[in-house]
């Protein structure tokens, strides 16, 4: 994302690291209390699935880039590959998502950057077309 050289990153704009990690906490509360959007998970553990999503997130920002470190590019509707997002799914995860954004105090216009990203991000992620007849785009 843009950003000049001397002004704060969109990552520290919005609060940082505790900012971030509210924000995922938050978001998987919501998966794992949603059994059709839990399944896709395939640990246990939803924990390590929760940091990825975070370093991933403060990364995309301007934050620290310890996903990269760990995880190289991220490509990741390739990784998604391997689970059926459908579009059932991606209202699910951006419900939570939704929720999650709004538990933390954003500045209005941060929030419509972060969201309007999250919604087209989630969108390119369905790779799978579900069951039943499939509304159009809105
Ligand atoms: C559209 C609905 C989506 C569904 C159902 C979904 C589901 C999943 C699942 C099942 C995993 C594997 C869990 C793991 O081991 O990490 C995963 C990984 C991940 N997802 Fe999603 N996802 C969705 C959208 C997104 C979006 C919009 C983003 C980013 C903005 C995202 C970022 C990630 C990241 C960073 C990982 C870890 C990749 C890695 O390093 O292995 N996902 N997602």
Redesign the pocket.
């Known amino acids: 994302m843009s950003q000049s050289p001397d002004g704060p990153t969109f990552y520290e704009r919005m609060g940082g690291a505790p900012v971030f990690e509210q924000i995922v906490a938050e978001f998987y509360r919501g998966v794992a209390n949603d059994p059709v ?1 839990r399944a ?4 246990t553990d939803l924990g ?2 929760e940091r ?2 975070r370093m ?2 403060e990364q995309y920002w301007g934050g620290p880039t310890t996903y990269q470190q760990e ?1 190289g590019h ?1 490509r ?1 509707r390739m ?2 590959l391997p ?1 059926a ?1 459908t579009p059932d ?2 209202d699910r ?2 419900r939570h998502m939704v929720a999650a954004v709004d538990a933390v105090d954003l500045e209005p216009a941060l929030r419509g950057v972060l969201l309007d990203y ?1 919604v087209r ?2 969108y390119s ?2 790779n799978a077309a579900g069951e039943g007849p499939e509304a159009g785009p809105a």
């Open positions: 959007l896709l998970y395939p640990e390590p699935a990825r999503l991933f997130l995880r991220p990741l990784r998604h689970y997002v799914q991606r995860w951006l999250l991000a989630a992620m369905v």
